[in-house]
T-cell receptor, first 113, second 115 residues
Framework: SQKIEQNSEALNIQEGKTATLTCNYT??????LQWYRQDPGRGPVFLLL?????KEKRKERLKVTFDTTLKQSLFHITASQPADSATYLC????????????FGSGTRLLVRP | DTGVSQDPRHKITKRGQNVTFRCDPISEHNRLYWYRQTLGQGPEFLTYFQNEAQLEKSRLLSDRFSAERPKGSFSTLEIQRTEQGDSAMYLC?????????????FGEGSRLTVL
């Protein structure tokens, strides 16, 4: 069955450093991959989308890479700030037009001041 | 654009009772999705609508669950004869079919606790 793996342990980093989060998947060939941010008790908020034919996408301090051979996406936050502390969810979408997403369990990021 | 709104935000009920959640999507969005999220897990797809048509239902959606979107605007998710395993956050999201970004706009969720 389809499986998405994100680090279950929290990532704890110092302010100003680059945070790198990993999303690995198996038994799936997504047409695109999305990253969402979720704060405690809130709904997820869309950050970035990258398609299967794209290697890298950037938005301000965020960068996403997508390697369909390794079946992996990396999500980077440069110059991290305490306000970046949240859970980050990886989500995969298929070829159909439903835009139904399969989510990973998320990685919690803690940025220390 | 007031975003996706969900009501109630919190619901505590006793096992066996029925509960109903409401979702009001972003007004111009024709797609509406329901997801369920338990603690420490990512959202799991339950069902989605395009306008008033329910196009897909997950096998997670047992016969105790029913969702409607009668006029293609707001949607309701009803759970009958609730069980303790139904305790979760129920998230609603909307999108505009045809947009090439595929991003979902989520509401703040309705948290259900079944005692």
């Amino acid at each position: 069955s389809q499986k998405i793996e994100q680090n279950s342990e929290a990532l704890n980093i110092q302010e100003g450093k680059t945070a790198t989060l990993t999303c690995n998947y198996t038994n799936y060939s997504p047409a695109y991959l999305q990253w969402y941010r979720q704060d405690p008790g809130r709904g997820p908020v869309f950050l970035l989308l990258i398609r299967e034919n794209e290697k890298e996408k950037r938005k301000e301090r965020l960068k996403v890479t997508f390697d369909t051979t390794l079946k992996q996406s990396l999500f980077h936050i440069t110059a991290s700030q305490p306000a970046d502390s949240a859970t980050y969810l990886c989500a995969l979408g298929g070829m159909d037009s439903s835009y139904k997403l399969i989510f990973g369990s998320g990685t919690r990021l803690l940025v220390r001041p | 654009d007031t975003g996706v709104s969900q009501d109630p935000r919190h619901k505590i009920t006793k096992r066996g009772q029925n509960v109903t959640f409401r979702c009001d999507p972003i007004s111009e969005h024709n797609r509406l999705y329901w997801y369920r999220q338990t603690l420490g897990q990512g959202p799991e797809f339950l069902t989605y609508f395009q306008n008033e048509a329910q196009l897909e239902k997950s096998r997670l959606l047992s016969d105790r669950f029913s969702a409607e979107r009668p006029k293609g605007s707001f949607s309701t998710l009803e759970i009958q004869r609730t069980e303790q395993g139904d305790s979760a956050m129920y998230l609603c999201a909307s999108s505009l079919a045809g947009r090439n970004t595929g991003e979902l706009f989520f509401g703040e969720g309705s948290r259900l606790t079944v005692l």
